[in-house]
């Protein structure tokens, strides 16, 4: 059993930056592939960036060279470093966590997701 709160969102100008935070409680010391998610109003659903259960990362073409995955294991907490913003990451963000070896690629195997933290992104 896993449970995951997100914090850190907020409204920044374009070009900012914030750091999204996602708490991670978990009952086993087991190995997770941890990932954050989006969604924008009136679309779907969309993976942003990811950590396998080795602790490799992948990330979306859209936040490649702006965001940054990692975590703090001794805080039991993942982060979301994001720069540069841009209007169109404007969105709930949510935190996703799987007890597979996977990535944001394959949202359907992460079988944890947190309650999502908003980030507006203004011109």
């Known amino acids: 059993q896993v449970q995951l709160v997100e914090s850190g969102g907020g409204s920044v100008q374009a070009g900012g930056s914030l750091r999204l935070s996602c708490a991670v409680s978990?009952?086993?010391?087991?190995?997770?592939?941890m990932a954050w998610f989006r969604q924008a109003p009136a679309k779907e659903r969309e993976g942003v960036a990811s950590l396998n259960i080795y602790g490799n990362t992948n990330y979306a073409d859209s936040v490649k060279g702006r965001f940054t995955i990692s975590q703090d294991n001794a805080k039991n907490t993942l982060y979301l470093q994001m720069n540069s913003l841009k209007p169109e990451d404007t969105a709930m963000y949510y935190c996703?966590?799987?007890?597979?070896?996977?990535?944001?690629?394959?949202?359907?195997?992460?079988?944890?997701w947190g309650q999502g933290t908003q980030v507006t992104v203004s011109s």
């Open positions: 978990r009952v086993t010391n087991s190995r997770y592939s």
């Open positions: 996703a966590g799987s007890s597979y070896n996977t990535d944001y690629r394959a949202p359907r195997t992460f079988g944890y």
